[in-house]
């Protein structure tokens, strides 16, 4: 999301430029024999509003899917938190585990659990 972060604010240019290298990646990727592209996945930053980064997330994939259809299915983003705001800007696959298993617990560092 890092590559995204910096072109929120720009003009349209920067993305179809963004849209552009991640296709010649995707290309690539998809002619190694060893690995199957299947789409995309974003987690936003923390703290910030998920859904422009969900909607700019979903613009590349839709691009990339045109381009490569026979390799773009997945489009993976949101968490327990965000997962609706995902959805609606067309996530195939969320990530909820904190709603299902509980927030984690972390010890202090230095302090490992026997």
């Not at 979903?58 to 609706?84: I, N, Q």
Request: with cysteine; net charge positive; proline share 6%.
């Amino acid at each position: 999301m890092k590559l995204f972060q910096k072109f929120w604010g720009l003009q349209k240019i920067c993305l179809v430029q963004t849209i552009l290298k991640n296709l010649l990646f995707a290309q690539v990727v998809a002619n190694l024999p060893a690995m199957r592209l299947r789409g995309l996945m974003a987690i936003p930053p923390a703290g910030e509003e998920a859904r422009r980064y969900f909607a700019g997330m979903r613009a590349v994939f839709e691009s990339l899917k045109r381009d490569l259809p026979a390799c773009f299915d997945t489009l993976s983003m949101g968490m327990s938190h965000d997962y609706a705001e995902a959805v609606e800007e067309g996530a195939t696959i969320v990530r909820v585990g904190t709603a299902i298993f509980g927030p984690r617990y972390y010890p202090p560092a230095g302090r490992e659990e026997k």
